[in-house]
C-alpha cells in the first residue's frame, strides 16, 4: 500500500474537487431527453478546460470520458444516444488525472419522478457510503468497510455487487488494496494515515449476479433489476476519514 504525503494528498484533494464540479454540473443537466453521450461531452470539456486529463478516456481500451450506468447497468456503461426517460437512474462514474494525481468519484441519480423502489435502492446505497467512510480511521481494519456496507444494504433488502470492489488511488487510477464492499469486520490489514481509498459501493435491488454485454465493458444485473453506484476518494488522517474534493473532514 502506497502511503502519500500531507502534499500529495491536498493535490488528491484538488483533483477530486474537479470530479466534483464535473457531478455537480451533471446533476443540473440531467433530464429526460438528454443523452448520456451529451453528458459525456459536457464532463470531458469541463475536465480539459481545468487543465486535467479524462482518466477513464483510452484507460484499457475505454472509449468515453465518464461511465453512465442506466437502471440495469451496475457499472461502467458507454456513453451513448441514448436518451434518459422519466423514471429512470442513471450512475454517473468519473476520474480525473490532474498535476500527476488521480480523482475518482460516482453519484447516481434519478432523472425526473422515479418508482419507490428506486429511491429506496438510490438512498440505502448512498447510506451505505456514508457509513462505509465512518469506518476509516487510523489503526481500523479494512474489512470492517465492506461490513459496514453488506450490513446496511441487506438490511434494506438489497444486495451488494462482488465482482466490483473499490480500490486505492493515487499516482495510478487503481493501487493496492481491494476494497471489497462485503465481508466482516476486525480483519485484513490495518488502515494508516496517508492511505487513499476509493470505496464505491455497488448495491443491485435483486441478486447480487452480474453479466456483461458483448462489448466487453457494460456489466449489468443478471435479473434485470435496478442497480446505483455511490464512490468518494477518502484519505485516511491521523483524525479519521478525509473525504476529497467535497471540502470536509469525517470522523
Not at 438512498?123 to 489503526?139: F, K, M
Request: net charge negative; charged share 20%.
Amino acid at each position: 500500500m502506497v502511503l502519500k504525503t500531507h502534499g500529495e494528498i491536498d493535490l488528491m484533494d484538488a483533483a477530486n474537487g474537479l470530479v466534483h464540479r464535473v457531478l455537480d454540473g451533471i446533476e443540473k443537466r440531467i433530464a429526460p431527453g438528454v443523452t448520456t453521450a451529451d453528458l459525456d461531452r459536457y464532463a470531458e470539456e469541463t475536465i480539459r478546460a481545468a487543465g486535467a486529463v479524462p482518466a477513464f478516456l483510452n484507460y484499457r481500451g475505454y472509449p468515453a470520458t465518464l461511465c453512465t450506468s442506466v437502471n440495469d447497468v451496475i457499472v461502467h456503461g458507454i456513453p451513448a444516444a441514448q436518451e434518459l426517460a422519466e423514471g429512470d437512474i442513471v450512475g454517473v462514474d468519473c476520474g480525473v488525472l490532474y498535476q500527476g494525481y488521480y480523482g475518482d468519484a460516482a453519484r447516481s441519480f434519478a432523472v425526473g419522478e422515479v418508482a419507490g423502489e428506486a429511491r429506496n435502492l438510490l438512498e440505502v446505497t448512498r447510506e451505505a457510503l456514508e457509513l462505509a467512510v465512518r469506518q476509516v480511521r487510523p489503526n481500523g481494519h479494512l474489512s470492517d468497510i465492506g461490513h459496514a456496507v453488506q450490513e446496511h444494504v441487506e438490511a434494506g433488502g438489497f444486495s451488494v455487487v462482488r465482482e466490483f470492489v473499490g480500490h486505492g488511488i493515487g499516482t495510478a487510477l487503481h493501487e493496492d488494496p481491494q476494497v471489497p464492499n462485503f465481508g466482516h469486520s476486525g480483519r485484513g490489514p490495518r488502515l494508516q494515515p496517508g492511505l487513499v481509498l476509493a470505496i464505491e459501493p455497488m448495491v443491485n435491488a435483486g441478486s447480487a449476479g452480474v453479466r456483461i454485454d458483448p462489448d466487453g465493458w457494460t456489466a449489468r444485473t443478471a435479473d434485470g433489476s435496478l442497480s446505483a453506484h455511490f464512490e468518494f476518494s477518502v484519505a485516511v488522517t491521523e483524525s479519521g476519514a478525509r473525504v476529497l474534493g467535497i471540502g470536509e473532514a469525517r470522523a
